[in-house]
């Protein structure tokens, strides 16, 4: 069985550009959640999609965004980007109905703003 | 919302020695409590959850025990063997879907031959 994959694993933007990341989550879950981990913060909450809709969103500014499609794929894009968003962004999938448990990650990509 | 502390942030121990990591929350909600295991380059990977109605839980080297009343879980690991070094994560839930993981910051655990 295929794990979440997520495209691409490195990227490196220019402060002012925008950037959108893939997300496919393991075949049959329909929950994704996008999740930012940096050394300083850890791992931050920025949104869960099921079902196409937005369940669930964390304390980042409107330049971050998210969606999903009919097939449980998501993309996260970010706009104007800054220094600070460089980071590992990490994307998890589960079954995803009625509970949170057993999230599985992806490897996740790590963003590079300079 | 929910705070998630994690301690202690580095941990150094000898192989085949028990390493054991501890966490407090804060919303007496969360009811869902899983540890994930982070290798270098690689995103983190589920190692053993715990709900709340359940005190202790074991898997092979692993075990992981609940206080909900003092707010704290640990994570026990018994016979370290150097491929347990890794970044370790506790987090905790209201497991209910629609409910983020909190995740505490991390405890770095090196195993030295």
């Known amino acids: 069985k295929a794990g979440v994959t997520q495209t691409p694993r490195y990227l490196i933007k220019t402060r002012g550009q925008q950037v959108t990341l893939s997300c496919s989550p393991i075949?049959?879950?329909?929950?994704v959640s996008w999740y930012q981990q940096t050394p300083g913060q850890g791992l931050q909450f920025l949104f869960e999609?099921?079902?196409?809709?937005?369940?669930n969103k964390g304390n980042f500014p409107g330049r971050f965004s998210g969606r999903q499609f009919s097939n449980s794929r998501s993309e996260m894009n970010v706009s104007t980007l800054e220094l600070g968003d460089s980071a590992l962004y990490l994307c998890?999938?589960?079954?995803?109905?009625?509970?949170?448990?057993?999230?599985?990650f992806g490897s996740g990509t790590r963003l590079t703003v300079v | 919302g929910e705070n998630v502390e994690q301690h202690p942030s580095t941990l150094s121990v000898q192989e085949g020695d028990s390493a054991v990591i501890k966490c407090t929350y804060s919303d007496s909600a969360s009811n869902y409590f899983p540890w994930y295991k982070q290798e270098l380059g690689k995103g983190p990977q589920l190692i053993i959850d715990?709900?709340?109605?359940?005190g202790e839980k074991k898997d092979q080297r692993i075990a992981v025990t609940l206080n909900k009343t003092a707010k704290h879980f640990s994570l026990h690991i018994t016979e370290t063997q150097p491929e347990d070094s890794a970044v370790y994560f506790c987090a905790a839930s209201r497991g209910n879907s629609g409910y983020a993981l909190n995740f505490g910051k991390g405890t770095s655990l090196l195993v030295t031959p």
């Open positions: 999609y099921f079902s196409e809709t937005q369940r």
């Open positions: 075949s049959g879950h329909r929950s």
């Open positions: 998890a999938s589960t079954p995803g109905q009625n509970t949170n448990y057993g999230y599985t």
């Open positions: 715990i709900r709340s109605n359940v």
